[in-house]
Structures are given as structure tokens and as C-alpha cells.
Nanobody, 123 residues
């Protein structure tokens, strides 16, 4: 069992930055890939980024490439999502999730999820 808690969301103006954190407890977190997803009302969760267990392999959705950076500190059992040059269309609830093995773009591949953190970008 892995418990995940996201934090760092909030209200920011367009062009601003936020850093989301995903803190894990439970099983050995360093063995898991971690993904970030976003969800807006009435829509399915969308892939944002993933990072593999060692942190040396990452993948991003085209919509955030060059603006967002995913990283992890296994000593702190935490994964981060640095979000720069934010746009109003980035407004969503952001979730982190973990899975054994390599990361995936598919939300259904992930086993454990956090409760989400709201990000609101004003124009």
C-alpha cells in the first residue's frame, strides 16, 4: 500500500509558476514510477508527465513540454512538478499516481492515487 498526498496548488496569474509536491508513505516509494495527471470538470483524467523509479527517465504531454518539469527525491519520498509559464488552460485538479515498473500515459495503469490539488490560473 502506498499513500500519496499532493500539495502546492493554488491561484496564480498567467505566466506565473507553481511547484506541486507528491509526498508518499507506505511501501518503498523508490521502486515506483510516478505520474501526474490533470482533470477538469466533466472530463477524463489527462496525462501530464511521468518519471521512472530512478528519476533518469521522464516523459511529458506535448501541452506541457518545455514548461513543466517532473523530478523526484527518493530520500524524501517526494515527487515534484515544477510548472512554469502557466496558462489559463492549465487550470485543473492535479493528481499524482504510482505504479510498479515503467511509467505510462494511461491513467488506468496506475495503482495508487492521491486526493488531488487544485491549480487555478487567471488570465
Amino acid at each position: 500500500q502506498v499513500q500519496l498526498v499532493e500539495s502546492g496548488g493554488g491561484l496564480v496569474q498567467a505566466g506565473g509558476s507553481l511547484r506541486l509536491s507528491c509526498a508518499a508513505s507506505g511501501r518503498t516509494f523508490s521502486s515506483y514510477a510516478v505520474g501526474w495527471f490533470l482533470q477538469t470538470p466533466g472530463k477524463e483524467r489527462e496525462f501530464v508527465a511521468f518519471i521512472n523509479w530512478s528519476g533518469d527517465n521522464t516523459y511529458y504531454a506535448d501541452s506541457v513540454k518545455g514548461r513543466f518539469t517532473i523530478s523526484r527525491d527518493n530520500a524524501k519520498n517526494t515527487v515534484y512538478l515544477q510548472m512554469n509559464s502557466l496558462k489559463p488552460e492549465d487550470t485543473a485538479v492535479y493528481y499524482c499516481a504510482t505504479k510498479v515498473g515503467y511509467g505510462s500515459l494511461r491513467s488506468m495503469a496506475y495503482e495508487y492515487w492521491g486526493q488531488g490539488t487544485q491549480v487555478t490560473v487567471s488570465s
